[in-house]
T-cell receptor, first 115, second 106 residues
Framework: ETGVTQTPRHLVMGMTNKKSLKCEQHLGHNAMYWYKQSAKKPLELMFVYSLEERVENNSVPSRFSPECPNSSHLFLHLHTLQPEDSALYLC??????????????FGEGSRLTVL | QKEVEQNSGPLSVPEGAIASLNCTYSDRGSQSFFWYRQYSGKSPELIMSIYSNGDKEDGRFTAQLNKASQYVSLLIRDSQPSDSATYLCAVSRLAFGKGNQVVVIP
């Protein structure tokens, strides 16, 4: 596989469920990101990991918990979500560190629906 | 808070015409600027990056940056139906605009 892959592509969960989103990058990049994309809203940066260290957490509710076990994998653990958390969650990677200025490479996204 | 504004509403252009998209940003210290294209149901992909004042051309696409006025624009020449998509303006990796939908009419 190449690029940035995300699983699952679609997820429906109840408010009491616990689930995880997975992201894997095959590009040898040094930084990985989680973004949230809701209808009619700009992309929102949630978390940034640079060389497996979290460098940014944009006031995201604690019901979202990221994990970066190595430079190629990124997870977003979900628990007790709310219906307003329904959105497309995009993973991205970049070659340079999170403080760099290069482009982002996005995965295809995980479409989350919270009932 | 860093903000990026894109003029609202879909932009309809005839095939072969020029599509013009504009974006303004609030953080005067921003150094990197990007235009991403997002097809419906797909993820964003980079079209152009620009870091210094002036124009940057790549094929049918031209990005223009004016740091003094805090705006960045994208021109699409000879628009094709395959250009129909939403175009996202991004300032660094932190701030994205809501996007502009472009519809190219054959």
């Amino acid at each position: 596989e190449t690029g940035v892959t995300q699983t699952p592509r679609h997820l429906v969960m109840g408010m009491t469920n616990k689930k995880s989103l997975k992201c894997e990058q095959h590009l040898g990049h040094n930084a990985m990101y989680w973004y949230k994309q809701s209808a009619k809203k700009p992309l929102e940066l949630m978390f940034v990991y640079s060389l497996e260290e979290r460098v940014e957490n944009n006031s995201v509710p604690s019901r979202f918990s990221p994990e970066c076990p190595n430079s190629s994998h990124l997870f977003l653990h979900l628990h007790t979500l709310q219906p307003e958390d329904s959105a497309l969650y995009l993973c991205a990677s970049s070659q340079d560190r999170a403080s760099g200025t290069g482009e982002l490479f996005f995965g295809e996204g995980s479409r989350l629906t919270v009932l | 808070q860093k903000e990026v504004e894109q003029n609202s509403g879909p932009l309809s252009v005839p095939e072969g015409a020029i599509a013009s998209l504009n974006c303004t940003y609030s953080d005067r210290g921003s150094q990197s600027f990007f235009w991403y294209r997002q097809y419906s149901g797909k993820s964003p992909e980079l079209i152009m990056s620009i870091y210094s004042n002036g124009d940057k051309e790549d094929g049918r696409f031209t990005a223009q940056l004016n740091k003094a006025s805090q705006y960045v624009s994208l021109l699409i020449r000879d628009s094709q139906p395959s250009d129909s998509a939403t175009y996202l303006c991004a300032v660094s990796r932190l701030a994205f605009g809501k996007g502009n939908q472009v519809v190219v009419i054959p």
